[in-house]
């Protein structure tokens, strides 16, 4: 179903933005 694979995808931008705000301040402490 449609509804199924928007929520894969909006989990994945979901996952990469949190793994993007985990990321940036480890860069900056680097």
Same mark, same amino acid.
């Given at each position: @179903? ?7 995808? #909006? =989990? $994945?931008? =979901?996952? &990469? #933005? $949190? #793994? $993007? =705000? !985990?990321? !940036? @301040?480890?860069?900056? &402490?680097?």
């Amino acid at each position: @179903p449609e509804g199924v694979f928007d929520r894969l995808v #909006n =989990l $994945q931008k =979901l996952w &990469f #933005n $949190q #793994n $993007q =705000l !985990l990321t !940036l @301040p480890a860069d900056k &402490f680097v």
